[in-house]
């Protein structure tokens, strides 16, 4: 029965691709004809194409305003990039980037450093959720109990004694003097140092909490607990990067080691600056890129020996890396998990978003907004650019090469993304940049300076390459530090595990063939072994990946950025995926628009429908179960939705990209003619989404002046007031409640003003 079954599918999946082909080479007669008949009747829509006319976009611009083409264009003010100092820098600061990151390329421009004296993440995020309690009546880490008279539930659900990840203000001088834990004792010494404190320290993950304490359980930890990056990655333009180590004994805020004496800073004349003192990094970028059966087998013991044996001092990095391949290697039984997410109590609505989320750097559920866009986009851009600039192979894997298949963006519902690579690669990106902080500054800092800042992560359990009990699926996340989104990072070796009964046929007439049962008949033969003949690879969660399906890596673009997908890129699919993935144009609420070349949600596009017709919402679903637009429709739809119309005009150069090279890859033609002219790369990048923190500081009412004009007055009532103002309260939902402030009209003002500059 398996047998029959796997040659239907078969068959199904050579006629689709049979019509896809034609499709392809009708050219634009078969716009809208479609519709196609599959084996035992059933009807299927083929994965929509090139259904564009030509004249679409020209009678599209003909009714263009200015402001429409203004939109588009993602550049940032001049001004913006320049701010004024303050003349003295209080004990707590509000955070922003352009401070930070301008402050401290001007400090590694006139230092001639190995290391960083210190760190503070306050430097780099903001604490914004922590400070009505650094300025308030003290809260506790009773406040922050969510249990209930039903211990059984309370485990079952993760509902923790607070006394498992916070401490007191009142605990820490007891536990200061009899704590024998070196870093804890360091951190406690800190707290008890700063000038302000909210009462609660978070010194760990707290199992399930509230939507609204979420947030304050990170940057608790982050605050007071987190331990400092081994290392800081700058990214620029121009292939231009640098590396820097940070010393881990000293908690220090870059105002504490960096002497401000100018009035202001221009970030983009600093960057340029900086950048002049870099050498021109080769970086080269291939079309293709080959993959050996040696990248894929773990030298684990090899590594172990070679850093023992080292006669070279080893580097805070690697010392770090070997303490962990030891460490992994040394566990018996199941490993404990490395990764923890934001969970959620269950009780509240959404909560299994927050599996989505780093719980260290959680700052509220962005899932379905743009906010989550720019999120992804700006991390899969980052990524992709240190991976290239490092030599770092790797492709885009599961729902990201899914998504990358219809329109070579991200699926607006997708809450993250998937990246895998060599096992010889994972090594390399452990060893180099484990627990680094990257700064992306993006491609082009003359339109728009990016200020996304990235925490790399790698597992403890790096040698370890089987499932195991399932709690390390994940090798590695790449997190943006301001939301907690990640990408997940998986490594791919040659084990143990048996490998899917897709490739058995491989195994006929060898001595590796396998009975009725699949056991293999020669007992002397591992698992291994079968792998290692059929050159199949997987990671920690049994996807599996065979060489040829895999190498060569291929050049392509994913959300505007250059990136690699496998080289058989259905195949991958259709092993992961049902053949329906590649073909059903509607899913998870969202409609994909041929035209358009975008998924939009269904249920507007119904909305839109039945406003443009004499029939009802209704009417129109009965007729059509997914939603279909023609060329005037679709001019309308933009006409009447600015959104919809900003995201088409930002998308559509690298989505005709992708149709074109779809159509190349589904004829088995090479794509290289999309990439490179004359040996020379054709720079196909594009910015389709604005930075978050320019975002943010523009749209949000976080700009300079404000945020220093909220801290100002936070800081002047607690301290004009004896440190007795607003009391903190808890309502009964576990959700924060702060009483109304009112302005202190003689508090003390010491924002410093944004510098106003003209536009070059």
């Not at 700052?363 to 240190?386: E, R, V, Y």
């Not at 390459?465 to 996340?477: A, P, Q, S, V, W």
């Not at 490594?491 to 058995?504: F, V, Y």
Request: aromatic share 12%; net charge neutral; charged share 30%.
């Amino acid at each position: 029965m398996r047998r029959i079954h796997k040659i239907r599918v078969a068959l199904f999946l050579a006629i689709v691709i049979s019509l896809n082909f034609l499709i392809w080479n009708q050219g634009t007669d078969l716009q809208y004809s479609n519709l196609r008949t599959y084996p035992e009747n059933i009807n299927k829509r083929i994965r929509p194409t090139t259904f564009t006319s030509s004249q679409f976009d020209t009678r599209l611009e003909e009714n263009l305003s200015k402001e429409d083409v203004k939109e588009v264009a993602i550049i940032t003010p001049e001004d913006f990039n320049i701010i004024e100092l303050p003349s003295a820098i209080p004990d707590y600061q509000p955070f922003d980037a352009r401070f930070t990151l301008g402050l401290l390329l001007h400090y590694l421009d006139q230092s001639n450093i190995d290391e960083l004296p210190g760190f503070n993440w306050a430097d780099f995020t903001s604490m914004e959720p922590l400070e009505k309690y650094l300025f308030s009546v003290k809260s506790s880490c009773s406040d922050f109990d969510i249990r209930t008279k039903n211990k059984t539930r309370d485990e079952k659900e993760q509902r923790w004694d607070p006394k498992r990840y916070c401490i007191n203000d009142a605990d820490i001088p007891s536990l200061i003097e009899t704590s024998k834990n070196e870093e804890l004792v360091k951190n406690l010494k800190y707290i008890q140092e700063q000038k302000y404190s909210t009462g609660f320290h978070m010194f760990t993950n707290c199992g399930r909490q509230s939507f609204e304490f979420r947030p304050i359980v990170a940057k608790s930890y982050l605050y007071d607990f987190m331990q400092s990056p081994l290392s800081l990655v700058l990214l620029f333009p121009e292939s231009k990067t640098f590396q820097i180590d940070i010393n881990q004994d000293k908690k220090l805020k870059l105002a504490e080691y960096v002497d401000v004496v100018e009035e202001s800073i221009n970030v983009r004349d600093q960057l340029r600056k900086f950048m002049n003192t870099l050498p021109m990094k080769e970086n080269h970028i291939p079309y293709n890129i080959e993959l050996s059966h040696e990248d894929f087998i773990d030298k684990s013991p090899q590594i172990i020996e070679s850093l023992e044996n080292s006669e070279e001092p080893l580097s805070k990095r690697d010392q770090l890396y070997l303490e962990r391949l030891k460490f992994s290697s040394a566990v018996v039984g199941n490993p404990y998990k490395t990764f923890g997410e934001a969970k959620i109590i269950q009780s509240q609505k959404g909560s299994n978003v927050g599996g989505h989320y780093d719980w260290r750097f959680f700052n509220g559920n962005t899932k379905g907004t743009f906010k989550n866009d720019m999120s992804i986009h700006a991390l899969i851009k980052a990524f992709f650019k240190l991976a290239s600039v490092y030599n770092i192979r790797c492709w885009i894997v599961h729902g990201s090469l899914l998504s990358w298949y219809w329109d070579g963006l991200k699926f607006p519902w997708d809450a993250d993304a998937d990246i895998t690579m060599p096992i010889d690669d994972l090594h390399k990106l452990t060893r180099q940049f484990n627990r680094s902080l990257i700064v992306d500054f993006g491609n082009d800092i003359d339109s728009q300076i990016r200020y996304g800042r990235y925490f790399l992560d790698s597992t403890v359990f790096i040698s370890r390459r089987t499932k195991e009990n399932g709690k390390n699926n994940i090798d590695g996340r790449f997190i943006d530090i301001d939301t907690g989104v990640y990408i997940d990072i998986t490594g791919l070796a040659l084990t143990e595990t048996k490998a899917p009964e897709r490739d058995d046929y491989l195994l006929k007439a060898t001595k590796y063939e396998r009975d009725s049962e699949r056991n293999i008949p020669n007992k002397s033969i591992t698992e291994y072994d079968v792998n290692s003949f059929l050159q199949t690879y997987n990671c920690k969660n049994n996807q599996f990946f065979s060489l040829k399906e895999v190498s060569p890596l291929r050049l392509s673009l994913f959300e505007g950025e250059y990136m690699y997908i496998p080289n058989r890129v259905t195949k991958v699919l259709t092993n992961k995926f049902s053949p329906k993935s590649l073909i059903n144009k509607e899913y998870m609420g969202y409609t994909y628009i041929p035209i358009l070349r975008l998924w939009l949600k269904t249920d507007m596009l119904f909305d839109f429908l039945a406003a443009n017709t004499r029939k009802t919402k209704k009417q129109i679903k009965d007729k059509m179960k997914v939603p279909e637009l023609n060329e005037e429709q679709c001019l309308e739809l933009l006409k009447s939705n600015k959104d919809i119309l900003v995201q088409y005009l930002r998308t559509r150069r690298v989505t005709e990209y992708h149709d074109n090279e779809i159509r190349k890859i589904l004829q088995d033609e090479s794509t290289e003619s999309l990439n490179f002219e004359e040996g020379i790369l054709i720079d196909n990048r594009a910015e389709l989404r604005a930075d978050q923190f320019t975002w943010n500081a523009l749209n949000e009412s976080n700009s300079y002046d404000k945020v220093w004009e909220r801290v100002n007055n936070l800081i002047s009532k607690y301290e004009e007031n004896g440190k007795q103002v607003v009391e903190v309260t808890f309502g009964p939902d576990v959700i924060p409640v702060e009483k109304e402030e009112t302005k202190n009209e003689n508090s003390k003002d010491e924002s410093p003003k944004k510098k106003t500059g003209k536009k070059k």
